[in-house]
Every structure is written in C-alpha cells, then in structure tokens.
T-cell receptor, first 113, second 111 residues
Framework: DQQVKQNSPSLSVQEGRISILNCDYTNSMFDYFLWYKKYPAEGPTFLISISSIKDKNEDGRFTVFLNKSAKHLSLHIVPSQPGDSAVYFC????????????FGPGTRLSVLP | NAGVTQTPKFQVLKTGQSMTLQCAQD?????MYWYRQDPGMGLRLIYY???????DKGEVPNGYNVSRLNKREFSLRLESAAPSQTSVYFC??????????FGSGTRLTVV
C-alpha cells in the first residue's frame, strides 16, 4: 500500500495561471516533505521542502502548504510557465527512517502556452 | 560540478545476463541510494548505504546486490537479469536529512 499518494497522474494548466499539485500521505510519523521536479531523460531535482513544524514554505513562484491533520500537502506554482512542464514527485520521511524518503508516483504537469 | 555520475546511460540485456551499474558522487556525502522508477509507481528504493561500509535493503531489493566501494562509489549489480527489472535506475546521495542529489539515470531494458 502506497504511503505517499499523488492521485492525479497528470494536470494541464494555461500559462500564467496557478498550478496546484496535491499529495496525500498515510503515515502520521512523516515529519519532513520534499517536492522534486523531473524532466525527461534527467534525474529528479530538488524543488522545495517543508517541515511538519510549519504549514507553509515559499520559494519564489513555488509555495508548499502542509495540512497535518488531513495528512495532505500541496504545491502551488504561480504563475505557471511552459518551462514548468515536468513530472513532480512528492516525498516524505520520518525521523525513524533516517534519511530515507518515500516517494509518490508523480504528477505530470503540462503548462500550455 | 559533476554531482552524481551514473554509468552507463542506456543498456539492453538478455534475460539471465549480469551487469553492474556504477555510481559516483563528488560531494563528500555519507549516504547513497539506488532507486528504480516505473510508470505509475514513482521512485522505489532498492538499496541504500548510510555510510561507507554499510548497506541495507530498501523496498524492492530482490534480484539486486550492492557494493559501497568507498565513500564516493556505490554500485548496483544484477546477477541474472529478468524482464521485470526493465526500468530506469537512479542513484542518489545525501549528507543530511534534507533531500537527495540524483544522477541522470540508467535506462535498462531486459529482453
């Protein structure tokens, strides 16, 4: 059973609009979360993180929101740009897991010009 | 700025053949990992090495072996390849619990 879920395999958004990518997790011990971005034929690259002591973290156009009670996090991209078209992975870890992260299946974002 | 380097980038094997995927990092990271990526499954951990001299199984270790040759290098071996091992393999390294640096991947096809 997947501990980290991304229930939307794909998402299409118009350039300039907001992209919202969602992630749900089942393990209440998870306390640190990451988003990775992956282009075809490349390795995933780190995008943004959030610790469970926060409910929001911003970095430029990217904001991650964490709702611990709902075991849900979301990544907002505003405004969306064609270069944001990629697969986005959500990942979670718990103190007991050391540095091991559990990844979701990914959401493919397409930003249309 | 090499980061994490994986070789080869592509490989086609026949069922039953063996091969070793190589990974090296130049960031002086303690921990290294091997993941596989399959459609709809995300990234699944095969093996990891928390420090030089130690290795541990991840979520999907069957059919694989690893060697942490030194702090820089972490190799993944398929002793007898099977079609189910067709996948994209990623090596990663990390220093603290703040995320990984990934290599660019090895696309393996087993026929």
């Amino acid at each position: 059973d997947q501990q980290v879920k991304q229930n939307s395999p794909s998402l299409s958004v118009q350039e300039g609009r907001i992209s919202i990518l969602n992630c749900d997790y089942t393990n209440s011990m998870f306390d640190y979360f990451l988003w990775y971005k992956k282009y075809p034929a490349e390795g995933p690259t780190f995008l943004i993180s959030i610790s469970s002591i926060k409910d929001k973290n911003e970095d430029g156009r990217f904001t991650v929101f964490l709702n611990k009670s709902a075991k849900h996090l979301s990544l907002h991209i505003v405004p969306s740009q064609p270069g944001d078209s990629a697969v986005y992975f959500c990942a979670a870890s718990a103190e007991d897991y050391g540095q091991n992260f559990v990844f979701g299946p990914g959401t493919r974002l397409s930003v249309l010009p | 700025n090499a980061g994490v380097t994986q070789t080869p980038k592509f490989q086609v094997l026949k069922t039953g053949q063996s091969m070793t995927l190589q990974c090296a990092q130049d960031m002086n990271h303690n921990s290294m990992y091997w993941y596989r990526q399959d459609p709809g499954m995300g990234l699944r951990l095969i093996y990891y090495s928390a420090s030089e001299g130690t290795t541990d199984k991840g979520e999907v270790p069957n059919g694989y072996n690893v060697s942490r040759l030194n702090k820089r290098e972490f190799s993944l071996r398929l002793e007898s390849a099977a079609p189910s091992q067709t996948s994209v393999y990623f090596c990663a390294s990390s220093q603290q619990r703040y995320g990984y640096t990934f290599g660019s991947g090895t696309r393996l096809t087993v026929v």
